[in-house]
């Protein structure tokens, strides 16, 4: 540990910075700025936290630490951190920026901060990780069956989607297999649907898959056919019809038009593409699109990547610009507009409430609170899906592994979309309560506790390793006791309390979950 040592960000060119650390005498590190470095500050112990990589060419990192004089120095360089990193990230002028959104984007590198409805309840640590000593590993993963998932066997598994039913499918190739769950932490291979084809029988491979009309259905999205939707009958085994959307408006993502609105029997849809949302109504005789309830935005504004819905109808929607729309209408102008950090969204969930949402970035997730106390009415808040949070929107938060950790783990991370878990169980006021997270990243399944992040505590999370890298993960419908998890060539379920903390896993002889394949 050397003392006496600065910390700077220096502009190299328009658009690019560098950290250097070095001491009166020499630089011992000359960085370029990006987001592979995976910062993290924490304010009590006044420090900055990164990873470093000696050989571009090399996959190995190294966690670096630089420890500041105070909590004014470590803030007064998180700041200039978040400004430089978002001109890398976006290539353009931080103080372009709406002076209102700067420290949203700033404050988003801030650590240990309790939310607004953090649960003063104590969580019992042996929930999680309690197993981690013991030798048997029978209970700790179900395999669907021995011998990996059937199907094609020729191509590898590309979609996972979970049911309410308790039945779970999965794409591989052009086959569908389903599985069922008969116990409560098992899997087994129910059928198989072979040779998914249109109905003029010709077989493709589905790009995205969306469970409807109470589980009855599945609509099947095909990789050339961008402005048609297949409806699949699941009690035949079939595609039936194929719905039109729109001659002139693509669809490249479809989501119920509330959240666990197709596990009900809802009828409706909502469909994006890079720069429009729209209702689909397959009730309707010739196009599937309303156009009353359809907002185009000029090219340069939309880049959607992907959307969410909540319990009421009300719609997020991720930018590969890394911003986020709030709207409670399809046919007008976003309420509110949360600017990205820079990174991509990739994948986008939300509460039941719509009070949370998790947008997933390839090496962070971000918890955004979409509520704010109401400064005209004493002890109210208000929604941003019903009105501009502006200024009062609470900053957000980045869930990350801590850099020692992705050190440990491979020194990538490339996250796959975060989910909240489901409930079957509503409170006294009706209301369901969500209280984990999931992702993975490579071969790592990681989960936080969400109750333990709104206290503050962002490196609580556990994690499963896998022997090979994770398709998609989900929890069990209704519950978050049990993951199922894609990989490659085979589904397994997986016991929420036998993920580990990182260091536990170090410690144990039986944490890895190998793949038959």
Known sequence: MREDIFAELIRTSK???????????????SQPLDASMNPQFNSHACCFVWLWKDDVNSDTVYPWSVKFADASGE?????????????????????????????????????????????????????????EDSDEDDDRYQDAVDGGAPGDKTAKITNLTIGKRD???????????????????????????????????KAFTPSKVLLHDGDRSMLLMHPNKEHTVYRMDLGVGKVVEEWTIDDVTPVHEIIPSAKNNAAAGGNTLVGINHNSIFRIDPRLSAKKLVQSESKTYTSNVGNFNCATTTSAGNLAVGSSKG???LYNKLNVRAKTHLPGLGDPVIGIDTTEDGKWIIATCRTYLLLVCTEAKDAKVSGAVFSGFNKSLGSQKPFPVRLQLRPEHVAWMGGVVSFTTAKFNTSSNADSAGQFEETSIVTSTGNFVVSWNFRRVKQGKLNDYTIK?????????????????????????????????????????????SSIVNSPY
């Open 465 to 509: 390793q896998f022997g090979s890298n994770v398709v998609a993960d989900n929890f069990k419908f209704g519950e978050d006791q049990n993951i199922i998890v894609a990989l490659p060539e085979d589904v397994h379920m997986v016991a929420k309390k036998n993920l580990q903390t990182p260091t536990k896993m170090l410690k144990s002889r």
């Open 75 to 131: 803030a007064l360089f998180r700041d200039a951190f978040g400004a430089c990193l978002y001109e890398v990230l976006n290539k353009s002028e931080f103080l372009k920026v709406k002076a209102e959104d700067r420290p949203w984007i700033v404050n988003a590198y801030k650590e240990d901060v309790e939310m607004a409805d953090a649960d003063a309840r104590e969580e019992d640590d042996e929930d999680e990780g309690s197993n």
């Open 15 to 29: 658009f690019e910075f560098t950290l250097v650390i070095s001491d009166e005498s020499q630089a011992y590190i």
């Open 167 to 201: 039945r779970s499918y999965f794409v591989r190739g052009q086959s569908i297999g389903v599985l069922s769950h008969p116990s409560g932490n098992s899997l087994e291979y129910s059928t198989v649907i072979n040779n998914v084809a249109s109905l003029d029988n």
């Open 323 to 325: 911003d986020i729309r």
